[in-house]
Every structure is written in structure tokens, then in C-alpha cells.
């Protein structure tokens, strides 16, 4: 009965050394994990020295049964000091302890030590059926002083950072190790003190023993949980590796005894074959026990391999079609990790982030560029970002941020609080972000494992490269698309002039018109040729565009009398249409130095589009010049405003695309080839300026503006 | 229609050049043109009389051919009134709309010099 406990015991600080190797393992560089394992270390030791002493007792040897009785005080004395050295790593680290107070906390222990071979620890020992019992000296009053205060000190440390402690898992781990180590030292005073005073030392060992168990076990998933790792995957390890090697110890004794007691065998051919057979049961036995245990630990919990299965065969049939992919990732993600929601944002053309309806809002949210989470993640495109533990990230030197934008970190948090998100994992292609993977909080309220978050790190890696083909084949699609609508309205557009010309000159040929239609043909003629020529000049130059840079002839440029030019070429259609025009100069504006034909086209489309997309009655539109400062250079910049169709969201990112015509402006000139505005933007940018506009949406008008540099020398031109 | 048996066309034809050639061709051809440069316009005539038949073209500012076709089939006066549909291009999706709003025929505007076009269509006129 006895020799069990003892071994019970020994498997115990066997799962509990394996315990403290497995924290060890996770973070080697962490100073909580180290001093934990040194912690259990001692642990450990000091029940193996107990339960040698009973088994050399139990064996008859006097002399070791003491010596090993002795050694046992020593773990006790130095993990009583280690504890309180684990509260100032615990859950965080704080400021650093001196090398000084380091060696004055672990004295009152070290001077303990001083007397462990001396009769002031145990005196005797007396050699009973169920081990070894012993007497304990004057040091174990010592021992229990100190146990008292190191822990007393400790719990004190421990409950203030309770109270100081904001965040809500790292009260519960406190929490935890407090119940654990306050388990361990009630029932080790009580063992190993109290009742030998009475004279009842059996349960020395076993009691705290498992109280050791407890406090490891809970301490490690403290420890670890801190980076999400799960509690069970720890047990899972410990379970599975000592019971493998129990067993392959007791196969090994078993054999062994058996060959050489009721065999005829030799003792070295015996080693030999038992040696055979556990090298050849080994690994089968081991994954055995790994898939027993797997089914009591992990029986809710999913298999790996199998949801990246799932998901790619989900995806392999709509691979193109990017609403699907979101879709139905989203659910194998919510389904899998049971997760109240999960959601992708996707990059837009503006470089906003598309949150699309779902989960709590139930409404589409845009994360523009400078949302704190969005710039948060573009400098750091590899880390997940978990709510719970963000705060964190920047201790470890895990999150990569300047100095002075390091108040980044907290908004990100807040950012996250706001949208109700427990994760955000970023979705990068090449080294740009393309989108954020968001997951709310699990149903059960568990925190993310480290196995959680390496299967959403895959799975979100594999649903990056979907994404990113999806959208890459819209945009062939579309560009397709409108190359097919250019051929096609091209087309239908010159066939007109071009059945003008040849039906007029039928006629001519024919002789069968009279001289005034014959002048007017003939200026038509003139007219539709002039048409065709402007409008496949049109297509050239933007074909142009693509493949060759623009030159810039430049010269002096007056810019007044050319938009003036440009309106009196239309002022029959602004009559018509009985458009309003305002006309805003600077006073003294004079010149610029330009290539002044292509500033003068783009005007012309600028004016030409303002014109057209207006309405019919109660049109109006506004030119604007002005010069503006931007840093330390000075810009021109002619607006062109309008209230006319405007711009709607869904094509801002397209305005200025080659072959892109909004739906409004195909419904009133439908033979356009959605050229004018890809002209533009190209020549503003051959100036080195840029094109861009600004509009309130659909109907609301829009006002595009050109911005051109002027240098020093010819903004001295301007008077 | 006219006492004097000369036939009605109106034109309905968003080009100016073009419109004025048909018109001429048709002029010299016998036949009283009335112009329309989109369809609404069409309309407010089709309103005052009614012609022997409608030349229209598809691509017009506006309201396009074939919304014209259909409002003016739900009227019991244009109900009937022969129409030639002159385009620039022709596909099966067009023919079946077109064959819907039950029209003379349909003819592609390039494939004709305008002495032919014009023959065809006053053909069509002139059909019982």
C-alpha cells in the first residue's frame, strides 16, 4: 500500500518536472517561465528525497533513509524564497530586484540550509511499515517560520497586484496561482509539521504532494494562458509522456523480473530482448495513449488538419467569386472555433477598409487609412492583434512601433473595444494588407489557444490568396468589360458620321441635290470627318498613355484667354442649356510655364464634362484658379465645379480609369468613349501635378480640380 | 394620312446630317418627311397625325427606340402604324425585342447606300 503512494508520488513530481519543462519550453526567454520551473524544481525535489527516504527505509538502509530525509528540507527552504521571487515576474514583470535584495531575500533560506546535515534537522529516524518516520528538529521550526513569512509576503504581493491589476484575465491568473499556492502550504504545514508533532507522518508526502499538483498545474496554465495557450494541451503533454514512460518502465521491470526469475535465459540476454521489445512498442504504444487522451481532452475541440481541409474544398468551387469566399470562410471559422462572429474587411480602392455588414452592427463600417487598428496593422502585418493581450505586445518586443507612435497601441485597443472584436488578424499580400480578418469573442468565453491561433493564422493565409485572385480576376473582368463596351460604342459612334459622309456623297455623285443641300452636305462632311479624326485622336492619345511617357513641351502659357477660348467654343450648348458659368481668377495671374496644348485638353474635357452632365435647366458651374501652398512649394490649381450627376461611392475608385463611364453619364451621352478623364489625370501628372476631385455623391455635383507645380522661377512670372 | 394619296414618313433620327439627307432622298422620292430629333419629340407629332410609316433609329438622347416602340404600341391610334427600325448595328437580342413590338422590319444602316435604303423602306410603305 505504501510502496504505491510512494509511487504515486514520485509520478507526480515526474508530471510535475515534465510540467515545468513544457513552461520552460514555451518561452525560454521569459523570466516568469524560468523561475517557475527552477520553482518546481525544488518542488519536485523535495518529494523525490521524501519518497527515496521511505524506499531505502522500506529497503533497510538506515543511512540513506536519513541522509535522503535530511536532503528533503532543502527544496522547501529555497522554493519558499523562489515564491516570492515569482510574484515580481507575475503577471507582469516589474521593476527589476537588485542583486541585493535578491541575496538578502534568499538568506533567512540559505542560513536553513547551513543546517541541514546537523541533528537540528531531523535527529532520527525510525524505520515503519508504511516508510519512514522521522522527528523533526528545531530547523523545521525555522522551515516553518519561514514558510509562513515567504508565503505570508507572497499572498500579500499577490493580492495588492489583484488589486492593482486591470485587465481582466491576469486577475483571474493571479486568482488562480493564489488558491493553488495557498492549497499547498495548508496542507504541507499541516503533513509535514502539525501531524508529526503528533506523531503521524505518513501522509508527509502525499498530502502536499498533491497539493503540488494542484498549485503546478494551476500555475503553468497561468503562466501559460497569459499567452494563450490551453490548459489542456499542457495536461495532454504531461499525461501522455509519463504515462509512456511508466509504462515503459513497468514493462521493462515486469519483463525483465519474470525472464530472469522463471526463464532460463541469462541476465544479459534477457536485457537484450526486453530492450527489443520496447524499442519496437514504443512508438505504437505512444500514439496509442496520444489518441486515448485526445479523445477525453479534446473531444469538443476540432481536428487541424481536417478545418483547412474543409475550408479549401468549400472554397475550391468558388474561388473567383469574392462574396462567396467571405461567406463561406466566415462560417467555417464561426462554426470551428465557435466563435460568436467572424468577419473579413476588405481593402477598398481608396485604401479604406470594408467591414461589411455583419455581426452587432449589422450595418457596413469603413475603416479609413488613419483608423488607429488600420495604421496599427500596415506596420505590423504579422501580428494578431488579440484584444485581450495587445497591451502586452510592445513588453515583449513583439510589436514593431516608432517611438513616437506608440500611443498607436492603446487606440488600436480602443479601436477594438468600439467594434466589439476580440481579434484582428491581417490579410497581407506581398507586403501590403489587403484585409483584416475579424473574430469575435468565443461562445464559451475561453481565451484564443496558441493552437487556435496557428489554425486562424493558416486559415486566414489561404483565404488572403483566394481573396486576392478573386479580386484580381474582377479587375480583369472589368477592364474586359469595358474594352468591349470601347469597341463597341467606337463602333456605333463613328458609323454614324461615317453614313453621313457616304450617303451625302452618293447623293452628290448622283447629281440630285440642289446647291444650297449641296453646301450643306458638304460642310457636314467636313464636320463628320473632323468628328472621326477628334475622336480617334482621342483614342490614340490614351492609348499613347499606356505605353509611352508624355513629353512636356513647355512654354509660356496664358491660362486666362484659354479657358476664355474653350467657353466661347461652347456657348452655343451654354445658351441652350441656359447654364450659369462662374469665372474665378487671381487678380494678378498672368502665365505659367506648361505644355500649353495638353493643359488646354484638359481644361477643355474638364469644362466639356461640367457642360454635358449637368442638368438641362439650372445648370451651373464654376472655374476656379488659385494659387496654393503646400509645404514649401507653390501650386496652381484650376477647379472646375458642377451640380450636376456628381460621383457616387461605388465608382470613386474608378473615375479616372481608362474606359470607365458612370452609369449617369452613359444614360445622358451614351456613345462616350470614357476617355477624357484618364487624359487628364495622365497630363496632370506628366506636369507633376495631380488630378483629383471631390464630390457628395449621386446628383449632389462635383468639382474636379488640376494642381500644377510652380517653381521659383515661374512663380516669379506671376505679378 | 393626305388626301392626295402621297404618303407620310416621320423620321425619327438623332444625327442632324443624316436626317438631312433622308429627308431629302424621301422628298425626291414623293414621300412628306416629318422630322423628330429624339423620341419625345416623335411623340408630340405622332399626338397631331398619324403617318404611313415610322423610320426610327434606336440610339436616341433620351428615351431610346425601343421605350418609344413600346409606348407608342400601347396606344390605340399608333397601335398599328407601320415601323422601319434604321440602326447602326443589329443583334439577336435587338431582333427578338423588336419582332415583340411587332415592326415592319429591321435594317442596319452601313450595309446600304441611301438610293437602296430608301427604295427598301418605301417598299415597305407601300406594301398592303
Same mark, same amino acid.
Given at each position: 500500500?505504501?510502496?504505491?503512494?510512494?509511487?504515486?508520488?514520485?509520478?507526480?513530481?515526474?508530471?510535475?518536472?515534465?510540467?515545468?519543462?513544457?513552461?520552460?519550453?514555451?518561452?525560454?526567454?521569459?523570466?516568469?517561465?524560468?523561475?517557475?520551473? +527552477?520553482?518546481?524544481?525544488?518542488?519536485?525535489?523535495?518529494?523525490?528525497?521524501?519518497?527515496?527516504?521511505?524506499?531505502?527505509?522500506?529497503?533497510?538502509?538506515?543511512?540513506?533513509?536519513?541522509?535522503?530525509?535530511?536532503?528533503?528540507?532543502?527544496?522547501?527552504?529555497?522554493?519558499?524564497?523562489?515564491?516570492?521571487?515569482?510574484?515580481?515576474?507575475?503577471?507582469?514583470?516589474?521593476?527589476?530586484?537588485?542583486?541585493?535584495?535578491?541575496?538578502?531575500?534568499?538568506?533567512?533560506?540559505?542560513?536553513?540550509?547551513?543546517?541541514?546535515?546537523?541533528?537540528?534537522?531531523? *535527529?532520527?529516524?525510525?524505520?515503519?511499515?508504511?516508510?519512514?518516520?522521522?522527528?523533526?528538529?528545531?530547523?523545521?521550526?525555522?522551515?516553518? +517560520?519561514?514558510?509562513?513569512?515567504?508565503?505570508?509576503?507572497?499572498?500579500?504581493?499577490?493580492?495588492?497586484?489583484?488589486?492593482?491589476?486591470?485587465?481582466?484575465? $491576469?486577475? *483571474?491568473?493571479?486568482?488562480?496561482?493564489?488558491?493553488?499556492?495557498?492549497?499547498?502550504?495548508?496542507?504541507?504545514?499541516?503533513?509535514? +509539521?502539525?501531524?508529526?508533532?503528533?506523531?503521524?507522518?505518513?501522509?508527509?508526502?502525499?498530502?502536499?504532494?498533491?497539493?503540488?499538483?494542484?498549485?503546478?498545474?494551476?500555475?503553468?496554465? !497561468?503562466?501559460?494562458?497569459?499567452?494563450?495557450?490551453?490548459?489542456?494541451?499542457?495536461?495532454?503533454?504531461?499525461?501522455?509522456?509519463?504515462?509512456?514512460?511508466?509504462?515503459?518502465?513497468?514493462?521493462?521491470?515486469?519483463?525483465?523480473?519474470?525472464?530472469?526469475?522463471?526463464?532460463?535465459?541469462?541476465?544479459?540476454?534477457?536485457?537484450?530482448? /526486453?530492450?527489443?521489445? /520496447?524499442?519496437?512498442?514504443?512508438?505504437?504504444?505512444?500514439?496509442?495513449?496520444?489518441?486515448?487522451?485526445?479523445?477525453?481532452?479534446?473531444?469538443?475541440?476540432?481536428?487541424?488538419?481536417?478545418?483547412?481541409?474543409?475550408?479549401?474544398?468549400?472554397?475550391?468551387?468558388?474561388?473567383?467569386?469574392?462574396?462567396?469566399?467571405?461567406?463561406?470562410?466566415?462560417?467555417?471559422?464561426?462554426?470551428?472555433?465557435?466563435?460568436?462572429?467572424?468577419?473579413?474587411?476588405?481593402?477598398?480602392?481608396?485604401?479604406?477598409?470594408?467591414?461589411?455588414?455583419?455581426?452587432?452592427?449589422?450595418?457596413?463600417?469603413?475603416?479609413?487609412?488613419?483608423?488607429?487598428?488600420?495604421?496599427?496593422?500596415?506596420?505590423?502585418?504579422?501580428?494578431?492583434?488579440?484584444?485581450?493581450?495587445?497591451?502586452?505586445?510592445?513588453?515583449?518586443?513583439?510589436?514593431?512601433?516608432?517611438?513616437?507612435?506608440?500611443?498607436? /497601441?492603446?487606440?488600436?485597443?480602443?479601436?477594438?473595444?468600439?467594434?466589439?472584436?476580440?481579434?484582428?488578424?491581417?490579410?497581407?499580400?506581398?507586403?501590403?494588407?489587403?484585409?483584416?480578418?475579424?473574430?469575435?469573442?468565443?461562445?464559451?468565453?475561453?481565451?484564443?489557444?496558441?493552437?487556435?491561433?496557428?489554425?486562424?493564422?493558416?486559415?486566414?493565409?489561404?483565404?488572403?490568396?483566394?481573396?486576392?485572385?478573386?479580386?484580381?480576376?474582377?479587375?480583369?473582368?472589368?477592364?474586359?468589360?469595358?474594352?468591349?463596351?470601347?469597341?463597341?460604342?467606337?463602333?456605333?459612334?463613328?458609323?454614324?458620321?461615317?453614313?453621313?459622309?457616304?450617303?451625302?456623297? $452618293?447623293?452628290?455623285?448622283?447629281?440630285?441635290?440642289?446647291?444650297?443641300?449641296?453646301?450643306?452636305?458638304?460642310?457636314?462632311?467636313?464636320?463628320?470627318?473632323?468628328?472621326?479624326?477628334?475622336?480617334?485622336?482621342?483614342?490614340?492619345? !490614351?492609348?499613347?498613355?499606356?505605353?509611352?511617357?508624355?513629353?512636356?513641351?513647355?512654354?509660356?502659357?496664358?491660362?486666362?484667354?484659354?479657358?476664355?477660348? +474653350? !467657353?466661347?467654343?461652347?456657348?452655343?450648348?451654354?445658351? !441652350?442649356?441656359?447654364?450659369?458659368?462662374?469665372?474665378?481668377?487671381?487678380?494678378?495671374?498672368?502665365?505659367?510655364?506648361?505644355?500649353?496644348?495638353?493643359?488646354?485638353?484638359?481644361?477643355?474635357?474638364?469644362?466639356?464634362?461640367?457642360?454635358?452632365?449637368?442638368?438641362?435647366?439650372?445648370?451651373?458651374?464654376?472655374?476656379?484658379?488659385?494659387?496654393?501652398?503646400?509645404?514649401?512649394?507653390?501650386?496652381?490649381?484650376?477647379?472646375?465645379?458642377?451640380?450636376?450627376?456628381?460621383?457616387?461611392?461605388? $465608382?470613386?475608385?474608378?473615375?479616372?480609369?481608362?474606359?470607365?463611364?458612370?452609369?449617369?453619364?452613359?444614360?445622358?451621352?451614351?456613345?462616350?468613349?470614357?476617355?477624357?478623364?484618364?487624359?487628364?489625370?495622365?497630363?496632370?501628372?506628366?506636369?507633376?501635378?495631380?488630378?483629383?476631385?471631390?464630390?457628395?455623391?449621386?446628383?449632389?455635383?462635383?468639382?474636379?480640380?488640376?494642381?500644377?507645380?510652380?517653381?521659383?522661377?515661374?512663380? *516669379?512670372?506671376?505679378? | 394620312?393626305?388626301?392626295?394619296?402621297?404618303?407620310?414618313? &416621320?423620321?425619327?433620327?438623332?444625327?442632324?446630317?443624316?436626317?438631312?439627307?433622308?429627308?431629302?432622298? &424621301?422628298?425626291?422620292?414623293?414621300?412628306?418627311?416629318?422630322?423628330?430629333?429624339?423620341?419625345?419629340?416623335?411623340?408630340?407629332?405622332?399626338?397631331?397625325?398619324?403617318?404611313?410609316?415610322?423610320?426610327?433609329?434606336?440610339? &436616341?438622347?433620351?428615351?431610346?427606340?425601343?421605350?418609344?416602340?413600346?409606348?407608342?404600341?400601347?396606344?390605340?391610334?399608333?397601335?398599328?402604324?407601320?415601323?422601319?427600325?434604321?440602326?447602326?448595328?443589329?443583334?439577336?437580342?435587338? &431582333?427578338?425585342?423588336?419582332?415583340?413590338?411587332?415592326?415592319?422590319?429591321?435594317?442596319?444602316?452601313?450595309?446600304?447606300?441611301?438610293?437602296?435604303?430608301?427604295?427598301?423602306?418605301?417598299?415597305?410603305?407601300?406594301?398592303?
Amino acid at each position: 500500500m505504501t510502496i504505491i503512494i510512494t509511487l504515486v508520488d514520485l509520478f507526480i513530481s515526474l508530471f510535475v518536472l515534465v510540467l515545468s519543462l513544457f513552461v520552460l519550453y514555451e518561452d525560454p526567454g521569459k523570466k516568469v517561465n524560468r523561475i517557475f520551473g +527552477i520553482t518546481i524544481f525544488f518542488f519536485a525535489s523535495w518529494i523525490v528525497c521524501s519518497s527515496l527516504s521511505d524506499i531505502t527505509g522500506f529497503w533497510g538502509s538506515e543511512f540513506w533513509a536519513l541522509w535522503f530525509a535530511r536532503a528533503s528540507v532543502i527544496g522547501p527552504f529555497i522554493f519558499c524564497p523562489l515564491f516570492v521571487y515569482f510574484t515580481y515576474y507575475f503577471p507582469r514583470e516589474e521593476s527589476n530586484l537588485s542583486t541585493g535584495k535578491i541575496i538578502g531575500l534568499f538568506l533567512p533560506s540559505l542560513a536553513g540550509i547551513a543546517f541541514f546535515a546537523t541533528d537540528y534537522n531531523v *535527529a532520527s529516524i525510525t524505520l515503519e511499515s508504511w516508510g519512514t518516520g522521522f522527528e523533526p528538529g528545531l530547523l523545521y521550526v525555522w522551515l516553518l +517560520i519561514c514558510l509562513l513569512s515567504y508565503f505570508g509576503y507572497g499572498f500579500y504581493r499577490l493580492i495588492r497586484n489583484y488589486r492593482t491589476v486591470k485587465i481582466y484575465h $491576469e486577475k *483571474a491568473q493571479i486568482f488562480y496561482v493564489s488558491i493553488g499556492a495557498a492549497l499547498f502550504v495548508l496542507l504541507g504545514i499541516l503533513a509535514n +509539521i502539525v501531524l508529526p508533532l503528533y506523531g503521524i507522518s505518513q501522509y508527509s508526502v502525499f498530502a502536499p504532494a498533491v497539493a503540488v499538483l494542484i498549485f503546478s498545474s494551476l500555475t503553468a496554465y !497561468a503562466i501559460v494562458a497569459h499567452h494563450m495557450m490551453d490548459i489542456w494541451l499542457v495536461m495532454r503533454m504531461g499525461t501522455i509522456f509519463s504515462l509512456v514512460f511508466a509504462i515503459i518502465s513497468f514493462i521493462y521491470i515486469g519483463i525483465m523480473t519474470l525472464l530472469t526469475q522463471y526463464s532460463g535465459l541469462s541476465y544479459v540476454y534477457s536485457l537484450i530482448l /526486453v530492450s527489443l521489445i /520496447v524499442t519496437l512498442t514504443f512508438e505504437p504504444l505512444k500514439k496509442f495513449i496520444e489518441k486515448k487522451s485526445d479523445r477525453i481532452f479534446f473531444h469538443k475541440h476540432y481536428n487541424f488538419d481536417e478545418v483547412i481541409e474543409e475550408l479549401t474544398s468549400a472554397i475550391h468551387g468558388i474561388s473567383l467569386d469574392l462574396n462567396k469566399i467571405l461567406t463561406v470562410s466566415n462560417e467555417i471559422v464561426r462554426r470551428n472555433f465557435k466563435v460568436r462572429q467572424a468577419t473579413i474587411a476588405v481593402l477598398t480602392p481608396k485604401d479604406a477598409f470594408l467591414l461589411s455588414a455583419a455581426g452587432s452592427a449589422g450595418e457596413a463600417i469603413e475603416l479609413p487609412p488613419d483608423n488607429p487598428l488600420v495604421a496599427f496593422l500596415n506596420e505590423n502585418r504579422d501580428f494578431i492583434v488579440n484584444r485581450e493581450d495587445i497591451l502586452h505586445g510592445l513588453d515583449r518586443g513583439e510589436i514593431r512601433m516608432e517611438v513616437d507612435r506608440i500611443d498607436l /497601441v492603446p487606440r488600436a485597443y480602443e479601436e477594438m473595444v468600439k467594434l466589439d472584436f476580440t481579434l484582428a488578424i491581417p490579410i497581407s499580400s506581398g507586403d501590403k494588407l489587403i484585409a483584416i480578418y475579424f473574430i469575435g469573442e468565443k461562445l464559451s468565453k475561453d481565451f484564443f489557444t496558441y493552437q487556435d491561433l496557428r489554425l486562424l493564422s493558416h486559415l486566414t493565409g489561404e483565404v488572403g490568396v483566394m481573396i486576392n485572385n478573386a479580386r484580381l480576376y474582377e479587375d480583369l473582368k472589368k477592364l474586359d468589360e469595358a474594352k468591349s463596351n470601347f469597341i463597341s460604342v467606337v463602333s456605333h459612334q463613328l458609323r454614324t458620321p461615317l453614313s453621313a459622309i457616304r450617303w451625302s456623297t $452618293e447623293l452628290l455623285l448622283d447629281g440630285s441635290v440642289d446647291k444650297d443641300s449641296e453646301q450643306e452636305f458638304l460642310r457636314d462632311n467636313y464636320k463628320n470627318s473632323l468628328f472621326i479624326i477628334y475622336q480617334l485622336d482621342d483614342m490614340l492619345t !490614351a492609348l499613347d498613355l499606356e505605353d509611352r511617357r508624355i513629353d512636356i513641351k513647355s512654354e509660356k502659357c496664358s491660362l486666362r484667354p484659354l479657358i476664355e477660348e +474653350i !467657353a466661347k467654343e461652347n456657348e452655343v450648348i451654354i445658351r !441652350a442649356k441656359k447654364m450659369e458659368i462662374i469665372y474665378s481668377f487671381p487678380p494678378k495671374a498672368e502665365s505659367i510655364f506648361c505644355d500649353c496644348k495638353k493643359i488646354r485638353k484638359v481644361i477643355e474635357i474638364l469644362m466639356r464634362n461640367a457642360i454635358r452632365y449637368t442638368p438641362d435647366s439650372g445648370g451651373r458651374a464654376e472655374i476656379v484658379m488659385r494659387e496654393k501652398i503646400q509645404g514649401d512649394e507653390k501650386l496652381l490649381e484650376i477647379s472646375v465645379a458642377d451640380n450636376g450627376i456628381g460621383i457616387s461611392p461605388k $465608382e470613386e475608385g474608378y473615375i479616372f480609369e481608362k474606359f470607365f463611364r458612370g452609369e449617369e453619364a452613359k444614360k445622358i451621352s451614351p456613345n462616350g468613349f470614357g476617355l477624357g478623364l484618364f487624359i487628364v489625370r495622365a497630363f496632370a501628372r506628366a506636369h507633376g501635378g495631380e488630378a483629383h476631385f471631390e464630390s457628395a455623391g449621386r446628383n449632389k455635383g462635383s468639382r474636379f480640380y488640376l494642381t500644377v507645380r510652380l517653381n521659383e522661377a515661374e512663380a *516669379a512670372r506671376i505679378k | 394620312m393626305n388626301n392626295n394619296n402621297q404618303k407620310t414618313i &416621320l423620321v425619327v433620327e438623332d444625327d442632324q446630317s443624316l436626317s438631312h439627307i433622308i429627308d431629302l432622298k &424621301l422628298n425626291s422620292s414623293g414621300y412628306r418627311v416629318l422630322l423628330a430629333g429624339d423620341a419625345e419629340k416623335a411623340i408630340e407629332i405622332l399626338s397631331g397625325q398619324i403617318p404611313d410609316l415610322i423610320w426610327l433609329d434606336i440610339y &436616341l438622347p433620351g428615351m431610346n427606340g425601343f421605350e418609344f416602340l413600346e409606348k407608342i404600341r400601347k396606344n390605340d391610334e399608333t397601335k398599328n402604324t407601320k415601323v422601319v427600325i434604321i440602326s447602326v448595328s443589329c443583334s439577336n437580342k435587338k &431582333l427578338e425585342l423588336a419582332k415583340r413590338f411587332d415592326i415592319a422590319d429591321y435594317f442596319v444602316k452601313s450595309n446600304y447606300g441611301i438610293d437602296e435604303l430608301v427604295g427598301l423602306v418605301t417598299g415597305v410603305v407601300n406594301q398592303v
